[in-house]
Every structure is written in structure tokens, then in C-alpha cells.
Nanobody, 125 residues
Framework: VQLQACGGGLVQAWGSLRLSCTASGRTFSGYTLAWFRQATGKEREFVAALKSTNSNAFYADSVKGRFTISRDNAQGTLYLQMNSLQPEDTAVYYC???????????????????WGQGTLVTVSS
């Protein structure tokens, strides 16, 4: 599965961006999907995930209430709506997918099989 993320850019604090992630040649049906991010000099960290079984959404505490993850299985597109962005949200954002992932591993990068190339989000103060 090849993933392509886009939608990043430069935005002022309190602004919004919507990231998109598409899968080449297939839909996302049956996949658990997630967004991770990695700031310069830091480890990759979990942002949000949607389980394949029931589409329940899970968020990092740092983005809860500001970010919304959603998916369009028919279009094969994953979204991350980001509102009230802050400078600490600056990072490269990665979309990822996996068919088989247990709940306790939702926030673990190594548990995911497929990764997009990342899109840079820069939030200025």
C-alpha cells in the first residue's frame, strides 16, 4: 500500500489546516488508519487513529478537542482537520495504515505497516 499525504503548509497560530492521505489503487476498507508527527530532534509521536472495526477515533491528549480524524473508505482518503493550531504543533505529519493492529498498539509507530512520505506543518506565533 502506497500512501500519499498532502495539505501541509505555513499557518499562523490559531489557524486551521486539513491534511489528506490517499492510498494508491485501493480503498482503506479494513485498515486501521492513523496520523503521527515528528518535530525536529524529537521522536515520532502519535496524533490520532481510526480503528478499522468500528471507526472509533482516538487522540493524543495534546490535540484532543482541536484535531479531528476522519476517513472516506469509498474514496480511499484519510483526513486530519487541525484547528486552533499552535507553534508546538509544528512537525512533519505522517499518515499510516495497518490491517492488523491491536488496541494497545494504536499509539506505537512500529505497529503500523504502511507509511506515507510526510507533509510539513509549520505554525508561526
Amino acid at each position: 500500500v502506497q500512501l500519499q499525504a498532502c495539505g501541509g503548509g505555513l499557518v499562523q497560530a490559531w489557524g486551521s489546516l486539513r491534511l489528506s492521505c490517499t492510498a494508491s489503487g485501493r480503498t482503506f476498507s479494513g485498515y486501521t488508519l492513523a496520523w503521527f508527527r515528528q518535530a525536529t530532534g524529537k521522536e515520532r509521536e502519535f496524533v490520532a487513529a481510526l480503528k478499522s472495526t468500528n471507526s472509533n477515533a482516538f487522540y493524543a491528549d495534546s490535540v484532543k478537542g482541536r484535531f479531528t480524524i476522519s476517513r472516506d473508505n469509498a474514496q480511499g482518503t484519510l483526513y486530519l482537520q487541525m484547528n486552533s493550531l499552535q507553534p508546538e504543533d509544528t512537525a512533519v505529519y505522517y499518515c499510516t495504515a495497518s490491517r492488523t493492529i491491536i488496541h494497545s498498539n494504536l499509539r506505537v509507530p512500529s505497529a503500523y505497516a504502511y507509511w506515507g512520505q510526510g507533509t510539513l506543518v509549520t505554525v508561526s506565533s
